[in-house]
């Protein structure tokens, strides 16, 4: 999940998390008017303006950070080769799915009907303290501003998202962005390993990515494959997942 700060960590895709792929904060990519007029018109998506569940998309990125750093690395569905984990620490209306570090991955998932679906396509989230002493905001900048101006700094850079649901493309998706406050959580100590800012007590963050929150898929099968990328690194996220619901 790191690299040198503010360019220093990594991202997750759907998890967007990276940790040995060094980033350094580059290029923008704008998203069009017409691409977030797009992002509204997918069937079955919870389009970011409509705050499925009370929350924007922003505010449950914060969330879904807060459920991956708190499960043990030994079994989190972001290293999960096969799905065996994905069902870990999930609760409420919304079931969490994980991306990996880069590279294609495919898994297979059961979850109970009636749950809404969130994922990240690549996300990042820029966390504080460090034990780097020179990570730290500029005299008179706020910490919020100057984790969200590190965190901006990568996922600006991002120009490929692909989602497909049960074959269908979805569209405009650089209009699915979300990007939080100021949040706190804290992180399984054994996730030191790949992110060398977490003390296993709480801490800060600003979480910025692209992602997807599906309304309740019918039970029954179903696929769901994701993709995204920074070409200027070389770096891409491959997930595929094959879901069964169950009534």
Same mark, same amino acid.
């Given at each position: ?80 080769? @096969? +799905? ?7 609760? *409420?209306?919304?079931?969490? %799915? !994980?991306?990996?570090?880069? &590279? ?94 977490? @003390? +296993? ?7 910025? *990515?692209?992602?997807?929150? %599906? !309304?309740?898929?019918?039970? &029954? ?27």
């Amino acid at each position: 999940m790191k690299n040198n700060k503010n360019s220093r960590k990594h991202v997750l895709s759907l998890a967007p998390l990276a940790s040995t792929l060094a980033i350094t904060a580059l290029a923008l990519l704008i998203a069009a008017p017409a691409a977030k007029a797009a992002a509204n018109s997918n069937t079955g998506v919870l389009p970011p303006q409509s705050h499925p569940f009370g929350k924007t998309y922003g505010e449950w990125g914060a969330a879904w950070w807060r459920w991956a750093y708190s499960i043990p690395l030994s079994q989190n569905p972001l290293l999960d080769t @096969t +799905g065996a984990y994905c069902d870990m620490a999930q609760s *409420g209306p919304v079931w969490f %799915l !994980a991306g990996n570090f880069g &590279g294609t991955t495919t898994r297979a998932c059961t979850l109970p009907s009636g749950k809404a679906i969130f994922f990240p396509l690549l996300n990042y989230l820029n966390d504080y303290p460090c034990p780097d002493l020179s990570f730290h905001p500029a005299p008179g900048q706020s910490l919020e501003d100057f984790l969200a101006q590190g965190a901006a700094g990568l996922i600006d850079a991002v120009d490929s998202l692909e989602v497909e649901v049960d074959g269908v493309a979805l569209q405009g998706l650089f209009g699915y962005r979300g990007t939080s406050g100021l949040l706190t959580f804290t992180g399984d100590p054994s996730w030191v390993t790949l992110d060398s800012c977490i @003390t +296993g007590s709480a801490q800060f963050g600003v979480s910025d *990515g692209y992602w997807v929150m %599906l !309304a309740p898929l019918k039970p &029954g099968a179903h696929t769901i494959h994701l993709l995204g990328g920074i070409s200027a690194f070389g770096f891409e996220v491959n997930v595929i997942y094959s879901l069964t619901v169950t009534p």
